[in-house]
């Protein structure tokens, strides 16, 4: 495609289910960030992929927190045990050459923890 | 914690009226870029200042980076109601790390 795309683009769960989401990223980008937007916040870096190096996991808030990007592309962000605070939009990039070039943002998944 | 924090967290113009946000942070960084968010989604990115450039335009936007003062700022000229978003700086110190944000509202 020709963006950044992600999946679903709304999540609304219970409290202590696992979530799953999903991010595809501009064909041919090397790397692939996540982060999470609380209502009116910044943004909080979660998880960096850059190629085949070892993921950057510095910003996971906790260990419920896992991220796996398959095949270079496609990533997905799981969630366990879902928690009110989790709530969040969580929002996907790709960038063409690591760090220090322009990321390319995905439209984000709002998730919803009742 | 955020590396960029920005100033205003919130301007209210004119259309026509030009815009100004300002960006401080801490560490040394290799570039700093602006972004634009609208409706709380996606990011877009609007442009990227290397630490050995001083000033950047690209359109109605003009960037300016002092590194001895650890700050930018994005001068929006002209503004128009459709430039109505938060607007982030993102520093690149070998990680990039976006600041807390500016809510720009244009009315009419």
């Given at each position: 495609g020709a963006g950044v795309s992600q999946s679903p683009s709304n999540?609304?769960?219970?409290?202590?289910?696992?979530?799953?989401?999903?991010?595809?990223?501009i064909s041919g980008h090397t790397a692939l960030y996540w982060y999470r937007q609380s209502l009116g916040q910044g943004l909080e870096f979660l998880i960096y992929f850059q190629g085949n190096s070892a993921p950057d996991k510095s910003g996971l808030p906790?260990?419920?927190?896992?991220?796996?990007?398959?095949?270079?592309?496609?990533?997905?962000?799981?969630?366990?045990?879902?928690?009110?605070?989790?709530?969040?939009?969580?929002?996907?990039?790709?960038?063409?050459?690591g760090q220090r070039s322009?990321?390319?943002?995905?439209?984000?998944?709002?998730l919803t923890v009742l | 914690s955020q590396q960029g924090e920005e100033d205003p967290q919130a301007l209210s113009i004119q259309e026509g009226e030009n815009a100004t946000m300002n960006c401080s942070y801490k560490t040394?960084?290799?570039n700093l870029q602006w972004y634009r968010q609208n409706?709380?989604?996606?990011?877009?990115?609007?442009?990227?200042i290397r630490s050995?450039?001083?000033?950047?335009?690209?359109?109605?936007?003009?960037?300016?980076?002092?590194?001895?003062?650890?700050?930018?700022?994005?001068?929006?000229?002209?503004?128009?109601a459709a430039d109505t978003a938060s607007y982030f700086c993102a520093t690149d110190d070998g990680k990039l790390t976006f600041g807390?944000?500016?809510?720009?509202?244009v009315t009419l």
């Open positions: 999540k609304v769960t219970e409290k202590g289910k696992d979530v799953e989401l999903r991010c595809d990223p906790s260990d419920r927190f896992s991220a796996e990007r398959t095949g270079g592309s496609v990533s997905t962000l799981t969630i366990q045990r879902t928690q009110q605070e989790d709530s969040a939009v969580y929002l996907c990039a790709s960038s063409a050459r322009e990321q390319f943002f995905g439209p984000g998944t709002r | 040394s960084i290799n409706s709380g989604r996606g990011l877009v990115h609007l442009i990227l050995n450039e001083r000033e950047k335009h690209s359109g109605r936007l003009r960037v300016t980076l002092d590194t001895s003062k650890k700050s930018s700022s994005l001068l929006i000229t002209a503004s128009r807390t944000g500016t809510r720009l509202q």
